[in-house]
């Protein structure tokens, strides 16, 4: 009987597909996998990756439970997410959300580190607080963000800095409170995304609905906003560049949501103000521009 001897061909396809990116993106995803099962239990994997998001964000973080996954991009799933809000603005979480994905970067785990290059939330639940002082919870955590030397989000593989992580959500709704008392106008279906353009430069989009939960609107328009900010020492000695644009609104609508009365206006409402200035309010001077159509 003839000795089986191994097609060349077959051979030389295997050796070209382990050469190509595709067979070493799948090696190494297969030696993560590996490090992975053969690291401590669930409750010590969480506590790392809660700590790494906490870091990130600079509050407390809390998740129920994790779940591993590797494609299409190698990750955890968590479930039960909740950064805590600095105790003298609110006991309430300032984000909740059921479900979130966290994208690690590959290049860290390569050095040994968890590093969450991407943190995709679903249906969050974001609180932001004034107190007395005119002080918003989420300035201590903008601030943090721009004195911590971390790398832009898209940094360099071969950086050994952490990046900023590019933190996005979608269908969120967005909830106002002036100190304790939480006021009844909210930004429902918010899509919005937060990163770090370059080394001093960070950049921020949002597109929502404005409602009241004590009335049931339903041509309220909608509202994007994009803007950017420098580097500073405090929030409020910022530049920074946003540009906002409400479309779509109906006038009597509009009405009814600022003052809690329809005018009996009639129309569709458009403006685009633009904030280019310091975030100070004697500061603000918006470039108002309306337009309004017939019914």
């Known amino acids: 009987m003839a000795a089986y001897v191994p097609d060349s061909s077959v051979s030389r396809k295997q050796t070209s597909f382990v050469r190509s990116r595709v067979g ?10 590996a490090l992975f099962l053969i690291r401590p239990g669930a409750g010590r994997l969480r506590s790392r990756i809660v700590t790494a998001i906490g870091m990130a964000l600079g509050r407390q973080v809390d998740v129920s439970s994790v779940h591993i996954r590797l494609l299409p991009h190698p990750g955890f799933d968590l479930e039960n997410f909740v950064v805590h809000d600095d105790p003298a603005f609110s006991a309430e979480p300032v984000i909740r959300s059921q479900q979130v994905t966290a994208e690690l970067r590959i290049s860290s785990l390569l050095r040994g580190h968890l590093e969450i290059a991407r943190l995709s939330l679903s249906e969050p639940s974001l609180n932001l607080v004034r107190d007395r002082e005119g002080r918003w919870n989420l300035e201590n955590l903008l ?5 911590i030397p971390v790398a832009p989000t898209k940094k360099a593989n071969t950086e050994a800095r952490p990046g900023f992580p590019y933190i996005e959500a979608d269908r969120g709704r967005i909830n106002l409170k002036l100190e304790q008392e939480k006021k009844p106008y909210a930004l ?6 937060l990163w770090q353009e370059s ?12 409602v009241r939960m004590d009335f049931n609107l339903s041509d309220t328009g909608t509202v994007n906003v994009d803007g950017s900010w420098q580097r500073a020492v405090t929030l409020r000695q910022t530049p920074l560049k946003f540009v906002m644009e409400w479309t779509g609104a109906q006038l009597g609508q509009v009405s009814k949501l600022v003052s809690g009365k329809d005018k009996g206006w009639r ?9 280019p200035a310091l975030l100070r309010t004697s500061k603000l001077k918006p470039i108002l521009r309306f337009r309004t159509s017939p019914v």
């Open 199 to 210: 080394e001093n430069v960070w950049g921020m989009r949002l597109k929502a609905q404005p």
């Open 143 to 147: 601030e943090r963000a721009a004195q």
């Open 267 to 275: 129309g569709t409402l458009s403006c685009r103000p633009h904030f």
């Open 188 to 193: 429902m279906d918010a899509d919005f995304a």
């Open 24 to 33: 070493i993106v799948t090696l190494i995803l297969a030696l993560l996998l």
